[in-house]
Structure formats: structure tokens, C-alpha cells
């Protein structure tokens, strides 16, 4: 009887051992699986990411989303740069000097007096090492007569002024000529009223700034 009980025992402890072992390599097993299926689940994003890339590509959206962070990454630029100098100081001008003073009558010849006064400001351009931005001005009165032949208006007229300007300085003083800008802004900028001969005589002006060098 009592032999009996204990192979009994023996029996059950021996089940509750193997029952054990298998729950442990179920387990283990589980785990694996669990494992397994994570590393699928990120190919799985990675293949749909990829096919959603070229789709894009495809349609051109890519480009145009590209292009939207590039835009965006330019504004953020410029309101860095804007942080870092919130008041900038503008471009210091050298010279505002009167057309009338320096061509003759309707024209774009410089005259010996003309020459005479950019010589007073070639001097300045030399010992500065910035842009050179050359701005003729005129009045408001339309060019006519024979002069219309070779200057329509007022906007080819100014920049023919400007670019004599800048032939002398670099002919007579050598200031290297790509130092220079020429811009034409005809009668879009007055200073003065052009209804008096004084008024008009004030607009027709030559501007020479030097534009500071970007760092």
C-alpha cells in the first residue's frame, strides 16, 4: 500500500517537471515569434515607405515637397539673418552728383568739367573694396527730337550716363570694371517736384553707393 502511494508521488512530480519544461520552451518559443514579427513589421514600413518615395517621385510630388523646404529653409534664413541685424545700415553713398554738371545738354558725353568731378570721387572707390553701384536719375520730360534715335527714353538715356561714368573711372583711374553695377532708374525715383526747371534740375542726378561685401 504505502509502495503504491509512492510511485503515485513520484508520478505526479515527474508530470509537474515535464509540464514545466514545456511551458518554458513555449515561452522561449513565444518570444521568438514576438521578435520575429517586430523585425517583419519594420521590413514591412520600410518596403511601403519606399514604394511610397518612388510613387512621389513618379508624380512629381517629391519635387514639389523639396521644394517647399527649400523655400522654408530660405525664409528661416532670412528671418535669421534679419534676428541678427534687426536695423542694417544701408549702403553708404559716396556721391550724388547733377547730370548737368557732368554731360553735356541732352546727351550722354561727359564734358571736361564733368571728368573733372568723378575724379574727386575716384579716390573714395579706390580705397573701398565693395560693389560699386552706379545710379542715374533723369526727370520726367520724354526724350524727343533726333536724340529718340538713340535713346527712346529716358531709361536708356540714364543708363548711358551711368556706363560713361563708369568707362571713365576704370579707363582713367583703373578701378577694375567688375567692381561695378550699372542700374537705370529714369524718372521712377524724383526727389523733388518736376513741375519747376529747379525740380527737374535736382531729379537728373548720378548716385554712386558702395555696397557693403557680404561676409
Same mark, same amino acid.
Given at each position: 500500500?504505502?509502495?503504491?502511494?509512492l510511485?503515485?508521488?513520484a508520478?505526479?512530480?515527474l508530470?509537474?517537471?515535464?509540464?514545466?519544461?514545456?511551458?518554458?520552451?513555449? =515561452?522561449?518559443?513565444? $518570444?521568438?515569434? +514576438?521578435?520575429?514579427?517586430? %523585425?517583419?513589421?519594420?521590413? *514591412?514600413? &520600410?518596403?511601403?515607405?519606399?514604394?511610397?518615395f518612388?510613387?512621389a517621385?513618379?508624380?512629381?510630388?517629391?519635387?514639389?515637397?523639396?521644394r517647399?523646404?527649400?523655400?522654408?529653409?530660405?525664409?528661416?534664413?532670412?528671418?535669421?539673418?534679419?534676428?541678427?541685424?534687426?536695423?542694417?545700415?544701408?549702403?553708404?553713398?559716396v556721391?550724388?552728383?547733377?547730370?548737368?554738371?557732368l554731360?553735356?545738354?541732352?546727351? =550722354?558725353?561727359l564734358? $571736361?568739367?564733368g +571728368?573733372?568731378?568723378?575724379? %574727386?570721387?575716384a579716390?573714395? *572707390?579706390? &580705397?573701398?573694396?565693395?560693389?560699386?553701384?552706379v545710379?542715374?536719375?533723369?526727370?520726367?520730360?520724354?526724350?524727343?527730337g533726333r536724340?529718340?534715335?538713340?535713346?527712346?527714353?529716358?531709361?536708356?538715356?540714364?543708363?548711358?550716363?551711368?556706363?560713361?561714368?563708369?568707362?571713365?573711372?576704370?579707363?582713367?583711374?583703373?578701378?577694375?570694371?567688375?567692381r561695378?553695377?550699372?542700374?537705370s532708374l529714369?524718372?521712377?525715383r524724383?526727389?523733388?517736384?518736376?513741375?519747376t526747371?529747379t525740380?527737374?534740375?535736382?531729379?537728373?542726378?548720378l548716385?554712386?553707393?558702395?555696397?557693403?561685401?557680404?561676409?
Amino acid at each position: 500500500m504505502r509502495f503504491s502511494f509512492l510511485v503515485a508521488l513520484a508520478a505526479l512530480l515527474l508530470s509537474g517537471c515535464v509540464s514545466q519544461q514545456r511551458y518554458a520552451e513555449q =515561452a522561449a518559443r513565444v $518570444d521568438s515569434l +514576438r521578435t520575429t514579427t517586430r %523585425t517583419l513589421k519594420a521590413d *514591412l514600413y &520600410a518596403l511601403q515607405d519606399s514604394i511610397l518615395f518612388y510613387e512621389a517621385i513618379d508624380s512629381g510630388q517629391y519635387y514639389r515637397d523639396r521644394r517647399a523646404l527649400l523655400d522654408s529653409l530660405d525664409r528661416l534664413h532670412f528671418l535669421l539673418d534679419a534676428c541678427r541685424d534687426p536695423t542694417p545700415m544701408p549702403p553708404p553713398v559716396v556721391a550724388t552728383l547733377a547730370i548737368d554738371d557732368l554731360f553735356e545738354p541732352a546727351s =550722354a558725353t561727359l564734358t $571736361d568739367a564733368g +571728368r573733372a568731378k568723378l575724379d %574727386t570721387v575716384a579716390d573714395t *572707390l579706390k &580705397a573701398t573694396s565693395g560693389t560699386v553701384r552706379v545710379e542715374a536719375y533723369a526727370d520726367d520730360v520724354p526724350v524727343s527730337g533726333r536724340l529718340q534715335e538713340r535713346y527712346p527714353s529716358n531709361w536708356e538715356l540714364s543708363a548711358a550716363r551711368a556706363a560713361a561714368a563708369v568707362r571713365h573711372w576704370v579707363d582713367a583711374h583703373t578701378v577694375p570694371p567688375a567692381r561695378f553695377e550699372v542700374v537705370s532708374l529714369g524718372a521712377t525715383r524724383p526727389v523733388a517736384s518736376n513741375a519747376t526747371a529747379t525740380g527737374r534740375r535736382t531729379n537728373r542726378r548720378l548716385r554712386v553707393l558702395v555696397l557693403p561685401r557680404r561676409p
